[in-house]
């Protein structure tokens, strides 16, 4: 595969713009804090991992995802020199819930809401001229989908550059589900943590440029090896390891590496019982006797599960390691789960590391959405002695 990566943005809880995701990711900052988007006594967890965006004295409002969007496509677009006219350039957007918050605001307020506004084509339209754009809403693994779809169309030929983006927002819906599922209300968010008690919700935006990579004056942040996707079909909500493991090993073959290559596995992690064992079972049955070679870590202990957007928040941050030599650690993780037992875990803060070239990136989503990414840095990065 001959794609690079020309550009990113994001935007979280725990910052506006790559630089400082990655940097409060580094130090170990988290975006937990008590439920500012609705009426908290309602339900019986108290906390998520929102944007604070919200004007003062009201809850919330609608289009919250759509700014996001905006904001994350034209830092990427930006940084890769694009400009604001997208006119000739796809625009695929992977998501979980599309703009199903300002739905539920005109239902429940009577917020203004136009039906064209549930996807981002209308927006993106305005915006940036985008004709070409698609929206995804393909569950957690949402955002990794898109890009596989985006890195298919340079290789077909059809693009010379793509935009690939995630988003999610909390929904009132979607956190009252969660909050019935837990047995007991989690108070965070602990991947692979033997004390976890479930997900939190988190939110944010992501955007990368793909770029061909012989376009002319084309710089990069790194190198998309490959991506693998599959749907087990296995069940709504329980992964299943083997639709796992056979998604890792096809993007090993597919990228042309071994798992001894692997440098950095950014974990999928939600702290949920079910998806940290079989993730980890997954992880362990690939890598084998080099289980204990790369380093591991998982974001969602900080952003909470950012949906449809999380899988390629967690690629960007590996190109960001692997260009510094930075990688944020996995809080809250005291004692891991027996399938990951072996994994080397990144648990202090702004860890420091050499010479990582090769990073496996994993988003996998209900039904049985699976999909996996392998990046490679291209430029020397800064590492520690």
Same mark, same amino acid.
């Given at each position: ?232 079909? %296995? ?16 993007? %090993? ?14 974990? %999928? ?81 702004? %860890? ?34």
């Amino acid at each position: 595969m001959s794609v690079l990566v020309t550009g990113a943005g994001a935007k979280a809880s725990i910052g506006g713009d790559v630089d400082e995701v990655f940097d409060s990711l580094c130090a170990g900052r988290s975006g937990l804090a008590e439920l500012r988007g609705f009426d908290a006594a309602r339900y019986r967890t108290r906390h998520a991992y929102e944007i604070d965006d919200r004007p003062p004295g009201r809850r919330d409002r609608p289009y919250r995802a759509t700014d996001w969007l905006l904001s994350a496509v034209g830092e990427a677009t930006r940084q890769a020199g694009l400009g604001e006219d997208l006119g000739d350039v796809p625009v695929l957007v992977g998501t979980g819930l599309r703009e199903l918050r300002s739905a539920e605001l005109a239902w429940r307020d009577g917020a203004a809401f136009g039906v064209d506004r549930l996807h981002f084509g209308t927006a993106l339209r305005e915006r940036f001229g985008a004709v070409q754009s698609h929206t995804f809403s393909n569950a957690c693994s949402a955002s990794l989908h898109a890009l596989a779809l985006g890195a298919d169309l340079i290789e077909a030929g059809e693009s010379d550059t793509v935009v690939v983006a995630g988003v999610d927002t909390l929904t009132e819906s979607m956190y009252g589900l969660l909050d019935r599922v837990h047995m007991e209300p989690p108070q965070r968010v602990q991947p692979f943590d033997r004390a976890r008690k479930g997900v939190l919700m988190g939110e944010g935006a992501v955007a990368v440029v793909l770029r061909r990579e012989d376009c002319p004056a084309t710089g990069s942040l790194g190198r998309l090896r490959s991506v693998s996707m599959n749907c087990d079909a %296995h069940h709504v909500t329980a992964p299943d390891p083997a639709g796992i493991t056979e998604a890792v090993r096809e993007a %090993h073959d597919r990228a042309g590496v071994k798992p001894a290559d692997i440098d950095l596995v950014m974990l %999928h992690g939600t702290g949920t019982l079910l998806n940290d064992e079989a993730e980890a079972a997954a992880v362990a049955t690939v890598f084998g006797e080099d289980v204990t070679r790369p380093l591991m870590t998982a974001l969602k202990s900080m952003t909470g599960h950012t949906s449809g957007g999380s899988g390629l928040l967690s690629l960007i941050v590996a190109l960001r390691a692997m260009a510094t030599g930075r990688v944020p650690a996995t809080l809250g993780l005291d004692e891991p789960v027996a399938e990951a037992g072996r994994f080397r875990f990144v648990r202090e803060r702004d %860890h420091r590391a050499t010479e990582l070239t090769l990073a496996q990136v994993d988003a996998f989503g209900f039904g049985g959405v699976n999909t996996v990414a392998v990046v490679e840095r291209t430029q020397k990065g800064r590492t520690a002695t």
